[in-house]
């Protein structure tokens, strides 16, 4: 088994590597997706005008569930998987930029999930706006030598116009909801649709060709809508759809209790994960309680929450009344990389930093930020940090053990200090200052989006899960870009979850 981050810095990706052999797979001209541009963030208007003017997404979705519902799909949206009681299946999370970074998961997606049943995507298919043009080499394209079924629940981006491409490629071709009637003059919901974003034509020869890229019998999935169940051997995966803003309406809420009940154990896949950047999110309903009520319930035994929209790996094991629930951030899966160096010393429902994992490695992160944003500013000199100045200033800052010890030449200095907090390192709870926490919170929601970056290392994942009547075993597993960790995905992080 190849080194990972937590054994060596080569492991990380960091040196001297050979690069991957990803580049053979995309095409000839990719357009990079830039989260600075004026153009990209004005075609994605409709989260902010959903926060301003109120949220359709749960008119819009019923709807939806309705036209599949007349179409013949099962009421209970459960899809039955006749898979034995031993079986494998993968998870990969907010995929689509359709840049290097998404490509450089492909390899090693492909090596660890060979035998698996199917994979499952947990958020953001397609960036920026989900638009059916892009399906082609942002989802057909790179997952075209994928053997079996890959279902996907919508993320923000997916829905940015309006969930009609993620229901023509996942809900079987599912056409165009006809035009809602104009709303009163001047009322909030008249200025959302007047500001509002509509999807663009297709262009139906290039989705036709697109879908030939994964037309094998094996291949194809038809989901009942974008919110679904699982049956699959001893488990049930219970997929939910959380939006443009992160919430679930009251159908969609009511579904999850029904469909929550009885003894088989259940994993909840979500698009925006219930614990994440060491802060617990449980998911507003409609109407009244939260996702994480239904987790927590015993008489659901759910043993696991996976979500997806933040691009990094987290896992927190939190003791529910004597048990344990294993909540996962998986979002790493080929977008831009969310920064960990962000995330302060962990304290959260009982989980602390010995129990707490998460993948890039803080240190890792933060020379990644320092050597990007040494470039954009031109000052490599000033913000440049090696793997192991990071490692050392990120773990005086939280006063941890760091997951990969510093190399011998790894010093703390006044410029590794003040480069840590200008790129908003985290700190412990206790210690932190009025300065310190505004300069994190302005470095998460102001620089980080831009952050793409086309060179190895990436610091991608992907999860593979194998099932097993008594247990489930969670691995993530790396892609950084290089071809070692192509040819040999690491495993960066493994949890064994008892079902019973």
């Known amino acids: 088994m190849s080194d990972s981050s937590r054994d060596t810095a080569q492991g990380a990706g960091w040196g001297s590597a050979e690069p991957g052999a990803y580049k053979q797979l995309m095409p000839d001209h990719v357009e990079k997706v830039s989260w600075l541009d004026p153009r990209t963030l004005w075609a994605a208007r409709n989260g902010v005008l959903a926060s301003w003017f109120g949220d ?46 998404q490509y450089a998961v492909v390899p090693g997606f492909l090596k660890a999930s060979q035998d698996t049943d199917f994979a499952v995507v947990t958020s953001d298919v397609i960036y920026p706006v989900g638009t059916a043009d892009d399906y082609h080499d942002k989802f057909f394209r790179p997952y075209q030598d994928y053997p079996a079924p890959i279902y996907a629940i919508p993320g923000n981006h997916d829905w940015y116009e309006d969930l009609g491409a993620f229901m023509r490629v996942f809900c079987a071709d599912t056409p165009p909801l006809d035009p809602e009637p104009r709303p009163r003059p001047l009322t909030p919901a008249w200025w959302r649709a007047l500001l509002w974003h509509r999807p663009a034509p297709t262009d139906e020869q290039r989705l036709a060709a697109a879908r030939e890229l994964r037309a094998k019998p094996g291949q194809r999935a038809e989901q009942p809508g974008p919110y679904w169940a699982i049956d699959a051997g001893p488990v049930r995966i219970v997929g939910i759809d959380t939006g443009l803003l992160g919430t679930i309406d009251a159908e969609q809420g009511s579904w999850l209790r029904a469909v929550s009940r009885g003894p088989k154990p259940k994993i909840l896949v979500t698009g925006s994960p219930l614990y994440v950047d060491g802060e617990h999110h449980p998911c507003a309903i409609e109407g009244g309680g939260t996702v994480d009520d239904i987790v927590r319930d015993p008489e659901h035994h759910y043993v696991a929450a996976i979500g997806g929209d933040i691009h990094n790996y987290q896992r927190y094991p939190v003791d529910v009344d004597g048990r344990t629930i294993q909540y996962v951030v998986s979002g790493g899966g080929g977008a831009f990389m969310h920064a960990t160096h962000t995330i302060p010393r962990v304290s959260v429902g009982g989980v602390t930093e010995r129990d707490f994992r998460c993948y890039p490695l803080r240190g890792d992160s933060l020379a990644f930020y320092g050597r990007l944003y040494g470039r954009r500013l031109r000052l490599p000199r000033f913000f440049g940090l090696t793997e192991s100045e990071a490692t050392a200033v990120v773990a005086e800052r939280l006063g941890i053990e760091p997951g990969r010890a510093p190399g011998p030449d790894a010093r703390v200095t006044r410029r590794t200090r003040l480069v840590a907090s200008l790129l908003g390192t985290g700190g412990r709870p206790d210690r932190t200052s009025r300065f310190r926490l505004p300069v994190r919170k302005a470095y998460t929601s102001l620089f980080s989006p831009g952050s793409a970056t086309y060179s190895p290392p990436f610091f991608k994942c992907f999860l593979r899960l194998d099932v097993a009547p008594e247990e489930v075993r969670l691995r993530c597993f790396a892609a950084t870009g290089n071809r070692a960790q192509e040819i040999d995905p690491p495993v960066e992080d493994e949890v064994v979850i008892p079902l019973k």
């Open 56 to 101: 359709p997404t749960g008119r819009t979705r019923s709807r939806w569930v309705a036209r599949r519902e007349a179409a013949g799909a099962p009421a209970d949206k459960v899809i039955r998987r006749a898979v034995p009681d031993v079986f494998s299946f993968m998870v990969v999370g907010d995929t689509g930029e359709g840049d290097d970074p």
